[in-house]
């Protein structure tokens, strides 16, 4: 056995009991997927847009979703098609602070349109740039660049999400349009980066790579190599081996962008990160059988936990409270630990195999 099959099998470990916690969050009466265990059985939380996108990703990267019961696919499609509001086309929780968080907002946008349409449906009512109900600045790059150019990058990892996230509006304009929007938003990040690190914003180490992973969705979408790709993989090497991961964030961040950045790793240093990357999500496992976002315990909500206790960012939303805060595992977490297994596999250049059959799966 070399080295790569004994990993992968430690890797694969980690999962037991995560697909029976999944399947518990489910609510049938809603077709929508609970934060938490402490959330289901919390009458004050109800399934919410995130969660319910992330465990439709667990699904699909686990390749669940091919024989996924008709009954559940319909509560799923109407779930996300009931979230949408008629009048601005945007995609609610019936949290009241939800609607105030702007990053949230255009997460639930993107998460329900991708949802719906892996589900093989789509949104009821128009979208929000089409009923212009979509943010003055995106009537222009000028006023898109002033958007851009107000965001504090003193957390790199909340200021790049902001920065990332306003570019959800782009994907709805015509392509002969959309072009010079995305050609702007390249120019003003080549513009940003740190050259020496091929880094952005400020922050802790982890934040500037997170801020970047932020970043590279957008480079991602568009095809568009990372500039100063080895300045990145770098940094991510130096702060696997130097920094400590408190957040599953810090742990799937650096994998994907490795993954995206596809350069030729070094056997040894492709050890070192495998071992660094699975020892690091060990310590995030719970005894629920999920992954925790956070060392200490899962967040109570996700939406503020970019910026860490003794930490300040400006304008911070108030918090959107999704779970309890107890140590247990959380779908934000969960599902980032299916795709760190998606891409490990890919960065070590081994086929990923099913953990679980479907049958056993939605016959259990």
């Given at each position: 056995?070399?080295?790569?099959?004994?990993?992968?099998?430690?890797?694969?470990?980690?999962?037991?009991?995560?697909?029976?916690?999944?399947?518990?969050?489910?609510?049938?009466?809603?077709?929508?997927?609970?934060?938490?265990?402490?959330?289901?059985?919390?009458?004050?939380?109800?399934?919410?847009i995130?969660?319910?996108?992330?465990?439709?990703?667990?699904?699909?990267?686990?390749?669940?979703?091919?024989?996924?019961?008709?009954?559940?696919?319909?509560?799923?499609?109407?779930?996300?098609?009931?979230?949408?509001?008629?009048?601005?086309?945007?995609?609610?929780?019936?949290?009241?602070?939800m609607?105030?968080?702007?990053?949230?907002?255009?997460?639930?946008?993107?998460?329900?349109?991708?949802?719906?349409?892996?589900?093989?449906?789509?949104?009821?009512?128009?979208?929000p740039?089409?009923l212009?109900?979509?943010?003055?600045?995106?009537?222009?790059?000028?006023?898109?660049?002033?958007?851009?150019?107000?965001?504090?990058?003193?957390?790199?990892?909340?200021?790049?999400?902001?920065?990332?996230?306003?570019?959800?509006?782009?994907?709805?304009?015509?392509?002969?349009?959309?072009?010079?929007?995305?050609?702007?938003?390249?120019?003003?990040?080549?513009?940003?980066?740190?050259?020496?690190?091929?880094?952005?914003?400020?922050?802790?180490?982890?934040?500037?790579?997170?801020?970047?992973?932020?970043?590279?969705?957008f480079?991602?979408?568009?095809?568009?190599?990372?500039?100063?790709?080895?300045?990145?993989?770098?940094?991510?090497?130096?702060?696997?081996?130097?920094?400590?991961?408190?957040?599953?964030?810090?742990?799937?961040?650096?994998?994907?962008?490795?993954?995206?950045?596809?350069?030729?790793?070094?056997?040894?240093?492709?050890?070192?990160?495998?071992?660094?990357?699975?020892?690091?999500?060990?310590?995030?496992?719970?005894?629920?059988?999920?992954?925790?976002?956070?060392?200490?315990?899962?967040?109570?909500?996700?939406?503020?936990?970019?910026?860490?206790?003794?930490?300040?960012?400006?304008?911070?939303?108030?918090?959107?409270?999704?779970?309890m805060?107890?140590?247990?595992?959380?779908?934000?977490?969960?599902?980032?630990?299916?795709?760190?297994?998606?891409q490990?596999?890919?960065l070590?250049?081994?086929?990923?195999?099913?953990?679980?059959?479907?049958?056993?799966?939605?016959?259990?």
């Open positions: 056995m070399d080295w790569r099959e004994e990993k992968l099998q430690q890797l694969d470990q980690l999962y037991e009991g995560m697909f029976d916690w999944l399947m518990k969050q489910y609510d049938p009466e809603t077709g929508g997927f609970y934060y938490a265990r402490s959330s289901v059985e919390n009458e004050d939380f109800t399934p919410d995130e969660s319910s996108a992330q465990a439709l990703n667990i699904l699909i990267r686990h390749h669940l979703l091919e024989q996924m019961p008709n009954p559940i696919k319909g509560k799923m499609v109407q779930f996300f098609q009931s979230k949408q509001d008629v009048k601005t086309g945007y995609f609610y929780d019936p949290h009241p602070r609607k105030e968080d702007e990053v949230m907002v255009h997460r639930a946008l993107n998460y329900s349109l991708n949802s719906l349409k892996r589900l093989g449906a789509s949104n009821r009512y128009p979208l740039l089409s212009r109900e979509a943010p003055a600045y995106t009537t222009s790059v000028e006023a898109y660049r002033e958007k851009w150019e107000s965001i504090d990058l003193r957390n790199s990892w909340r200021g790049c999400d902001l920065l990332a996230s306003s570019t959800v509006y782009i994907r709805e304009m015509p392509k002969e349009t959309q072009r010079k929007f995305v050609d702007a938003f390249a120019a003003y990040l080549a513009g940003l980066q740190d050259r020496q690190t091929g880094l952005w914003g400020e922050g802790s180490v982890y934040e500037r790579i997170s801020g970047t992973f932020k970043l590279h969705t480079y991602r979408s568009y095809q568009i190599p990372m500039p100063n790709k080895e300045r990145i993989y770098q940094s991510i090497l130096r702060c696997l081996r130097q920094e400590e991961a408190i957040d599953m964030c810090y742990i799937r961040n650096p994998i994907d962008l490795l993954s995206y950045l596809a350069l030729d790793i070094p056997e040894e240093e492709l050890k070192e990160i495998t071992s660094i990357t699975i020892e690091n999500m060990s310590r995030l496992k719970r005894a629920d059988g999920a992954f925790s976002r956070e060392l200490a315990h899962s967040p109570k909500a996700p939406n503020v936990a970019q910026v860490k206790e003794g930490d300040y960012y400006p304008n911070m939303p108030e918090p959107v409270q999704l779970g805060g107890l140590v247990e595992g959380d779908m934000n977490a969960t599902t980032q630990a299916t795709l760190i297994r998606i490990l596999h890919k070590l250049g081994v086929d990923s195999k099913a953990i679980i059959a479907n049958s056993e799966f939605w016959n259990n």
